[in-house]
């Protein structure tokens, strides 16, 4: 399974962008896809995840309300739609599927800058 993000970019503090995730590949062996987040200095955290089949969601704490997550089967994509953005949002945004087997593949990350 190959992952290419796009969509990240600068924005001021309130403003929204949305990132998608395409998917190629063996996309049939997905199970569920996510998207992660790395701020300098600091670990990566899980954003949010959503089932491939199901389209079941859900959100770390800090951007529930703000962020929503789906994906398009049809198109092997995952978009984050990213809303009122905090600088806190700052990072490298990368999208991840868990696959069958216990597999993992992850994109090469884009950027996210969110300025007070």
């Known amino acids: 399974v190959q992952l290419v993000e796009s969509g990240g970019g600068s924005v001021q503090a309130g403003g929204s962008l949305r990132l998608s995730c395409v998917a190629s590949?063996?996309?049939?062996?997905?199970?569920?896809m996510g998207w992660y987040r790395q701020a300098p200095g600091k670990s990566r955290e899980l954003v949010a995840a959503?089932?491939?089949?199901?389209?079941?969601?859900d959100y770390t704490d800090s951007v529930k309300g703000r962020f929503t997550i789906s994906r398009d089967n049809a198109k092997n994509t995952m978009y984050l739609q990213m809303n009122t953005l905090k600088p806190e949002d700052t990072a490298v945004y990368y999208c991840n599927a868990y696959a069958r087997f216990q597999r993992e593949y992850w994109g090469q990350g884009t950027q996210v800058t969110v300025s007070s």
């Open positions: 590949g063996s996309t049939f062996s997905i199970n569920a």
């Open positions: 959503i089932t491939w089949g199901g389209g079941i969601a």
